[in-house]
């Protein structure tokens, strides 16, 4: 049974990816994560300056729920030159360079930044719920601020993939990710986290989290995450890729996202509960389930759902 | 599925019980209730409105938590100012613990604050009939921690070094250590003849300069060591990967924070710099970059 696949010119070894914002902040880390079985790595989101994150708590879960509300810190390019320099010179997978800027104009300086480091992707992450106040709605609440975002980094992005992250906090993602599609993106990363979401400590009552909201993420956001996915599959004809992210945990799960459309599938906070083996186990359990079901090849899954659709309509 | 481990990821908040002024800056916060942390491990403590910094428990008995801390940054020095009855969230307990054999002969070494954590190991470890040579270090006789709790366990002998030698031994806690390991190596003739007592293990806990040359000392006298990192932390349970140390990559919070000697030996971080909020890396010997 064949884990890999090649998308767009990089081949992936299996398709699980270590999710933007979990252990994403040094070249070592990255390393230990595609050790431990990832098939690509996503960079924590990288700020064209130096940007401050919020006081903690900054992370808080449940057993049913993780909120987080960071806040982006990133140190800005000169230490994204050293992290992402030291992990492509000797790369054990894909590396995925996730940016995040406050304007379009700097969206593509970021990018203009980080290219000559040559990532095998990049991830525009314009949909973090945690910078609200901050910077106000975030461009992937608009059609045309998103829009104009892939316009511009895609402008300087000679032939490095573009992938757009959405989010999952707005009427339509379809028609979101059909403007961003004809502003040339690559590709999509489906989805960044629900809500936002608050909890508040009783006998105090005081929300907890210092920035008081922040993105829900956990095993329940997954049939969000599916539907999402499955949305953006069908208003881009299944033609362009997707990182299915959200709530996935298991084989099943990632097997269920790239059914509704997925060619890779993130893994984030799963790292909390089933340890860095998480990309290990999942990948053991695609091949077990396929190898049951007598799927040769993974990319056999992709779109899955709308293909059996079709078929019956 | 991996069961989620014993630990509480949201802070709940609890009450004061009672506060004790350790020195000046130190204080010790009693809460009513307990996490299960055991010695090495630490917990998160959220004072609502403010902020959240990782603490090591200096004692978790099953029905109290005691953490204490130095007034130094700006979450601690507004902690400082609580009262009995006021509230504080606490969420963990995190990271690995120190671990012991029965009947072991351990060396504590302790400086400045690190006191606290150690004092948690030597009730614990006196409990499962393990006889320790605690040696406290502080800068001077007024911020020794401890020192009366310590001396007031059985099968303790402690030894105090000063800075400024206003109390005990003048000069670095580490050369004590130097010495008691020296004076009885384990493959030494008197040590096989049981003229002396070897030493099983070192724990340590106090500034990332003094674990190093811990850490040198026990290499040079083969005596496995365990000491305790301390690292910016955020989430406390493995995600945001701001407490990881180079090269191996490895979670301070989940994989520390105590470390194992042959694992120390491997991070070139240990001893040179460490991450700050934003991922920044800040030597020891230098300030911090602005």
Redesign the interface.
């Known amino acids: 049974m064949n884990l890999s696949q090649t998308l767009l010119g990089v081949t992936f070894e299996n398709p699980t990816v270590l999710a933007s914002?979990?252990?994403?902040?040094?070249a070592?880390?990255?390393?230990?994560?595609a050790e431990r079985g990832a098939g690509a790595i996503t960079t924590?989101s990288l700020w064209l300056h130096?940007?401050?994150?919020h006081?903690?708590?900054?992370?808080?879960?449940?057993?049913h729920w993780?909120l987080?509300a960071?806040g982006v810190?990133?140190?800005g390019p000169e230490?994204a030159r050293e992290e992402i320099g030291d992990f492509l010179r000797n790369k054990p997978v894909p590396l995925i360079a996730n940016i995040i800027a406050e304007s379009v104009e700097n969206f593509a300086l970021t990018a203009e930044e980080l290219l000559p480091l040559h990532p095998d992707f990049l991830e525009v992450n314009i949909s973090c719920p945690n910078v609200e106040d901050e910077f106000g709605k975030p461009f992937a609440c608009s059609a045309p601020d998103a829009a104009a975002v892939t316009k511009a980094v895609k402008k300087v992005s000679k032939g490095t993939p573009v992938f757009i992250k959405l989010s999952p906090n707005v009427d339509s993602i379809a028609k979101i990710a059909e403007a961003c599609a004809k502003a040339g993106a690559d590709g999509f990363t489906v989805i960044n986290t629900v809500g936002p979401g608050m909890?508040i400590?009783?006998?105090?009552r005081?929300p907890?989290l210092?920035n008081k909201v922040g993105g829900l993420s956990g095993p329940g956001i997954k049939p969000i995450a599916v539907k999402c996915i499955a949305d953006v599959y069908s208003a881009t004809d299944g033609k362009l890729p997707i990182i299915g992210t959200g709530g996935v945990?298991?084989g099943e799960d990632a097997i269920e996202l790239m059914l509704a459309g997925a060619s890779l599938v993130g893994i984030?906070?799963a790292?909390?509960?089933?340890?860095?083996d998480v990309f290990k186990h999942v990948c053991d359990e695609i091949q077990m389930w396929c190898t049951n079901e007598g799927v040769d090849n993974v990319t056999d899954l992709i779109g899955g759902m709308h293909k059996e659709l079709q078929k019956r309509s | 599925m991996t069961p989620i481990p014993l630990q509480s990821r949201l802070p709940r908040t609890y009450r004061i019980k009672a506060i004790k002024q350790e020195t000046e800056m130190v204080r010790t916060f009693t809460f009513d209730g307990s996490l299960g942390a055991k010695p090495g491990q630490f917990i998160m403590v959220w004072m609502p409105g403010v902020d959240e910094v990782p603490m090591s428990v200096a004692e978790d008995d099953g029905a109290q938590t005691r953490i204490t801390f130095f007034a130094v940054g700006d979450m601690t020095n507004e902690f400082a100012k609580l009262q009995v009855g006021d509230l504080a969230g606490l969420r963990g307990p995190f990271g690995t613990h120190y671990e012991w054999e029965p009947g072991q002969h351990i060396v504590l070494v302790a400086g400045g604050y690190g006191a606290a954590p150690m004092y948690f190991v030597a009730k614990e470890t006196v409990g499962h009939g393990c006889t320790l040579e605690v040696i406290v270090g502080a800068r001077g006789k007024e911020h020794l921690l401890f020192v009366k709790e310590l001396e007031a366990l059985p099968h303790v002998s402690l030894h105090i070094a000063t800075n400024d030698g206003s109390a005990g031994y003048k000069g670095f806690n580490t050369d004590i250590l130097e010495k008691l390991l020296s004076s009885c190596p384990r493959d030494s003739h008197s040590a096989k003849k049981k003229e002396c007592h070897p030493v099983d293990q070192v724990f340590g806990c106090g500034p990332e300069m003094m674990l190093k040359k811990i850490s040198e000392i026990t290499a040079k006298y083969d005596v496995p060591s365990q000491l305790s990192m301390e690292r910016y932390m955020k989430c406390g349970y493995g995600l945001c990967g701001n407490c990881v140390i180079d090269p191996l990559g490895i979670r301070m919070c989940v994989e520390g924070p105590v470390v194992k000697n042959e694992v120390l030996l491997k991070l070139a971080e240990f001893g040179k710099y460490h991450r700050d909020d934003l991922g920044k890396k800040n030597s020891f010997d230098a300030p911090p970059k602005k």
């Open positions: 914002g979990i252990m994403g902040i040094t070592s880390s990255w390393r230990l994560i924590k130096e940007h401050k994150g006081r903690n708590p900054t992370i808080i879960s449940t057993e993780t987080n960071v810190p990133d140190a230490k909890a400590d009783l006998r105090s005081m907890i210092a945990y298991t984030g906070t790292v909390a509960d089933r340890g860095l």
